[in-house]
């Protein structure tokens, strides 16, 4: 017979194994609020964070078109992550001669800012630099930012257009471009003096490491015979005597008594090398190589050079192009 205590006793037993369980299960539900809880917090704060890269990201980029290879690379260079840079032109191809396609023209008129070099280097653009013009467009054109004298003149163009061959009028397109930039947005203005301002810093180098290689070939040995007078500026600032088969435009062609002519002084000078270019025709060169055979003697070319257009690798940047140049040019004629 159960005892009243005894029947006590258990009923206590069972209430407290009740009430034990009973707190678990809330102190369980608690700690999985808290885990839900914590986890919905760490969405919240990631979703944030997620918000703020996409807006950061999204920020505007202005949409610019340069013409030629060396002037993309300079727009890009300037404009850094506040701008979107594409370029009209790819490596090798000759300024001189490109022809716009529609899409081309509709990609400059939708651009917030169009950059060219101007001085009758793209010779097929005149009537679409026309229109930009009529419409207002943003334009950088760095053949403005050189002053007159500066300037090199020829009987068939009123002015060379290949300035990029001196560093200096390099630096004073930078500028042309810095400054056109700011005009496009203001509130960008230091971002971009601080790009220009590291650029120049490394033309600077570049322009030193150029007189140092030059300094190692003879004076008398400085003379540069190329497929067509893009290198005029090069000449004029350091030193040189630039002769081309070819006008300033590569639209023009070389006479026989054209090539005869620098046959001649070839032999004459007995020049070690002369240089074919990347973005026009070798066989130019070579003519004037087989002429000067003719005459008894033997010129080597000495390799290719970037004129009109950057090039691939090293070269496809304006300080890489003019480094890979300088080293051509060295090599063959100290």
Known sequence: MVTISKMTSALKKGTALILALTLLLTLTACQKGGEQMNDQAKEKTQEKTQEKTTSQNDEKKYKIMATSTMLTDLAKIIGGDKVEVKGLMAAGVDPHLYQPTAGDITKLQ???????????????????????????KLVAEVGKSIPEDKLLSFDESPHDPHIWFSVANWKLAARNVTDTYIKLSEKDKQYFEDNYAKYVKELDEL?????????????????????????????????????GLQG??????????????????????????????????????????????????DVAIGGELYSDSLGTGAAETYIGMFKENIDVIVGALK
């Open 110 to 136: 939708e651009a917030d800012m169009v950059v060219i070099n101007g001085l009758h280097l793209e010779g097929q653009m005149g009537e679409v630099f026309s229109r930009l013009e009529s419409a207002n």
């Open 207 to 243: 322009d030193a490491y150029i007189r140092e290689q030059i300094a190692l070939v003879p004076e008398s040995a400085r003379v540069l015979i190329t497929a067509h007078d893009a290198f005029n500026y090069f000449g004029e600032e350091y030193g040189f005597d630039v002769r």
């Open 248 to 297: 300033i435009s590569t639209e023009s062609e070389a006479a026989p008594s054209d090539v005869r002519e620098l046959a001649g002084f070839i032999v004459e000078n007995k020049i070690k090398a002369i240089f074919v270019e990347s973005s026009v025709p070798k066989k130019t060169v070579e003519a004037l190589q087989e002429a000067v055979k003719a005459k008894g003697f």
